[in-house]
């Protein structure tokens, strides 16, 4: 089993910057998979981004493209990192990391197996 721990949320001003950390622990050889979601109050959990585990197949969705990108290390535990920049207040929202099996992309709630707890992003304008 895999679980996934996020930590790095916090307040800042719009236009500033914040790094997310994911640690998965557990079998994670066969999680190939890795996503950040978030999800704001009042609306459904939306697909951030992903990451393979080569690293060599990443997606982002529209709305963060150029400002986020994700990353992982896979020396010991899984780290998946989200660095966020030029940070807006439509970014505020639960952030939540998941893991999923398989190689290929996944955007959609239902296709990842293990979720974290969540970290709050909230940024002000």
């Known amino acids: 089993q895999v679980q996934p721990v996020e930590s790095g949320g916090g307040l800042v001003q719009a236009g500033g910057s914040l790094r997310l950390s994911c640690t998965a622990s557990?079998?994670?050889?066969?999680?190939?998979?890795m996503g950040w979601f978030r999800q704001a109050p009042g609306k459904e959990r939306e697909f951030v981004a992903g990451?393979?585990?080569?690293?060599?197949?990443?997606?982002y969705t529209d709305s963060v493209k150029g400002r986020f990108t994700i990353s992982r290390d896979n020396a010991k535990n899984t780290v998946v990192y989200l660095q966020m920049n030029s940070l807006k207040p439509e970014d505020t929202a639960i952030y939540y990391c998941?893991?999923?099996?398989?190689?290929?992309?996944?955007?959609?709630?239902?296709?990842?197996?293990?979720w974290g707890q969540g970290t709050q992003v909230t940024v002000s304008s």
């Open positions: 998941a893991a999923a099996r398989g190689p290929y992309y996944k955007s959609t709630t239902a296709e990842y197996t293990y």
């Open positions: 557990g079998r994670t050889f066969s999680m190939n998979y």
């Open positions: 990451i393979s585990w080569s690293g060599s197949n990443i997606y």
